[in-house]
């Protein structure tokens, strides 16, 4: 849940998240569908709304845009060029291996 980054208590941010069903691609607004009282928090807590709108708002966008470094595989002239790139000293990466 996205109100630990805005500082709301651990407690409360659990009790929502906890009040999610634990479904494959579930949404928020299918969750209040779902869970009467996470509608009726909704509807009457203007916090746990604020919460809610910002979190329904990043909904479905990439955690991240990185390529993990094992996925990716070199030769080892590339990877000579890569450790070459990345550190000067050779103690560190030695050219040789």
Known sequence: MFG?????PYADTDKLAKMVPNEI??????????NRELKELYETDETIRNI??????????PRQASTHACRNSYNKRASRHIRSAICKRPEVFPHNI
């Not at 630990?4 to 709301?8: Q, S």
């Not at 809610?52 to 966008?61: D, F, K, R, T």
């Open 25 to 34: 691609h579930i949404t928020i607004k299918k969750a209040m569908e779902q």
């Open 4 to 8: 630990r980054v805005l500082d709301y």
């Open 52 to 61: 809610l709108n910002i979190s329904m708002a990043l909904e479905g966008m």
